[in-house]
């Protein structure tokens, strides 16, 4: 299970803060892969679903940049 929160950035690119509180990402996000150890800021897109499954987000989540990740440790 992913933990996100958002960040967010004005125009210059520069961070705004503070970010939204840590919660429980349970959706996919199409083009990336979580690796265990590695924290990574992305650039996602967020699309409405035209048909939503009945067990699935109305939104679908596609990974348009890695901004900077990072090796942690546990």
Known sequence: ???VRERRFDKQGLR?????????????I??????AGVRNVLRINRYKR???P??????????DLVVESETVSK
């Open 50 to 52: 035209a048909k939503t």
């Open 16 to 28: 705004i803060e503070p970010p939204d509180e840590w919660r429980a990402f349970y959706g996919g």
């Open 54 to 63: 009945a067990d699935a987000s109305s939104y679908l989540y596609v990974l």
């Open 30 to 35: 199409d083009g990336y892969t979580h690796t």
């Open 1 to 3: 299970m992913l933990q």
